[in-house]
């Protein structure tokens, strides 16, 4: 064979291979995922917990995969606005959702919501989450819940709670304790965490239902008193907190929490891949520390854990809401 033809097969069978690759690449696009930025949309204004918790999350995927995960607060609508356009975007892990609690609760409070929890998207996993907390100003004679629930008792609409919002996580967990205890207790709703914790501190509502984050220092320093949290288990943050269930009151069991999710038929080669690398995050030291500093606990549900938490818990809040009158706006 002479050398002009040698030159000739093996320019052929280069074309040939790269032919096959290219066609292997353009039949499975997601071989290359990401290849481009990628967009985390979060649903709440900048410096909460959950736009925090999502910031902590897209600066590790972003060294992680190579390509930029960038943050996109879209507020407004007590979060519906964010879901409804993240729902509404193409399938193809380019968009993603770092949701929330709303996403559970929202259905049961509005009659018309821009998305739709259980078509318009797939979840991929828990990324973190934070028990609620009852917590009462020390001038409150209880120690625990069963004599704050004594005291309640013996004093019918005399005290007051507060919440950051109707509608919102501690507001359905207060109502949850309300329904549960039979108590009397005067809800006093505010414009957000903030002046709630405040007016508790002040003692101008007495009691508040919160998460942990905000109340943590508080603690700390004796401002607050925790009588116990909505978890399974203790909170690291709180070992000495009891939860609901150890100081005798049951089906309390809530918290709240960030979660990722993308629209619904992005292929699951993609939600695999978000599902394992977001697990192989949140096993590092340094984002347990970051989480930890917040009052969370780390994630990492499979696609279908975190699927099964999310309708068990719009079935909870939804009978939690009718049962409590809560109307529909």
Not at 118 to 147: C, I, R, Y
Not at 246 to 258: K, L, P, R
Not at 268 to 277: F, G, Q, T, V, W
Request: charged share 15%.
């Amino acid at each position: 064979m002479s050398g002009s033809m040698l030159k000739i097969l093996i320019c052929s069978a280069a074309l040939i291979f790269a032919g096959a690759a290219q066609a292997q690449t353009a039949s499975s696009p997601t071989a290359s995922y990401p290849n481009r930025p990628v967009k985390v949309i979060v649903p709440f204004a900048p410096g909460g917990v959950t736009d925090v918790v999502a910031r902590l999350w897209a600066q590790k995927m972003s060294q992680a995969l190579g390509q930029n995960f960038f943050v996109e607060n879209q507020a407004g609508a007590a979060s519906n606005l964010g879901m409804g356009n993240a729902a509404r975007q193409a399938p193809d892990g380019y968009t993603i959702l770092v949701g929330a609690s709303s996403f559970t609760i929202n259905p049961s409070l509005y009659n018309k919501i821009p998305y739709d929890p259980a078509k318009d998207f797939s979840p991929v996993t828990l990324l973190a989450s934070t028990p609620n907390v009852v917590v009462v100003h020390p001038s409150v004679p209880a120690k625990t819940v069963q004599e704050l629930v004594a005291l309640l008792h013996a004093n019918p609409g005399k005290y007051s709670y507060a919440m950051s919002g109707v509608g919102t996580p501690n507001h359905l967990q207060a109502e949850m304790f309300k329904l549960t205890t039979k108590v009397d207790l005067v809800t006093v709703p505010f414009g957000g965490g903030g002046p709630a914790v405040q007016s508790t501190v002040g003692g101008h509502t007495p009691i508040a239902f919160t998460s942990l984050t905000p109340v943590r220092t508080l603690v700390a320093e004796g401002k607050l008193r925790a009588l116990a949290v909505t978890g399974t288990k203790r909170s690291s943050v709180w070992p000495d907190v009891p939860t609901f269930a150890e100081a005798g009151i049951t089906g309390q069991e809530a918290d709240t929490f960030a979660g990722v999710l993308v629209p619904a038929g992005t292929p699951k080669e993609i939600i695999d891949k978000l599902h394992a690398e977001t697990v192989k995050i949140l096993t590092t030291p340094d984002m347990k520390e970051q989480l930890d500093k917040l009052g969370f606990a780390p994630g990492g549900m499979t696609p279908a854990e975190f699927d099964a938490r999310l309708k068990d818990e719009i079935a909870s809040w939804n009978k939690v809401a009718q049962e409590a009158g809560i109307a529909k706006q």
